[in-house]
């Protein structure tokens, strides 16, 4: 018998988590995003109308049965808890289950208690500083502010409308008539 030839082992099975990068994934994510809103952006107006709304449609109603599905879940669960209780097969102690519900509620209140005023005042001053600046420069030139917020919001002209902004409204009204079909829709 002749000795065997070091043979190289491929491994066509599935992946390991060690193997699997969060990170690389999210960036591809993110990638074919981009490229499918630039491409869609180069469509005719009557395209990208359609495909938003179908999309909008499809996230909104999706969200609405999913929603639908977790909170009958969770219902379903607190009554078959509750069930188990009356039958005795589960004995829950409501007073001492009160009493640390009220603890914690306590804690809570009084550590945000005192938070929410340093918080309140930081919050006022912090609006009051950028609503002075906001007044000096329209008090100055309203030309002068106007350039201010197209630089501050990236854009070096007035707004000018793309193509995009036709899916992107597209939609977002697809997207509440999907929503709105997924609360009446059984």
Not at 92 to 121: F, H, M, P
Not at 137 to 154: M, V
């Amino acid at each position: 018998m002749a000795p065997s030839a070091a043979v190289s082992k491929r491994d066509d099975g599935p992946s390991t988590s060690e193997d699997f990068d969060l990170e690389k994934t999210a960036e591809e994510a993110k990638s074919l995003i981009e490229k499918v809103i630039r491409d869609v952006g180069k469509k005719s107006a009557t395209r990208q109308l359609l495909f938003g709304s179908a999309s909008g449609w499809a996230t909104g109603f999706i969200m609405m049965k999913l929603g639908k599905a977790a909170a009958f879940t969770v219902g379903s669960g607190i009554l078959a808890l509750q069930i188990a209780n009356s039958s005795g097969y589960i004995n829950i102690n409501w007073d001492k289950l009160t009493r640390g519900v009220e603890r914690v509620a306590e804690q809570v209140e009084d550590s945000t208690s005192t938070k929410k005023q340093g918080l309140l005042k930081k919050v006022g001053r912090f609006v009051d500083k950028k609503l002075d600046k906001a007044e000096d420069l329209l008090r100055k030139k309203e030309r002068k502010a106007k350039r201010w917020f197209n630089r501050i919001s990236g854009d070096e002209d007035e707004f000018v409308f793309e193509e995009i902004h036709v899916f992107l409204a597209s939609y977002l009204i697809g997207l509440v008539i999907g929503i709105s079909c997924g609360i009446v829709a059984r």
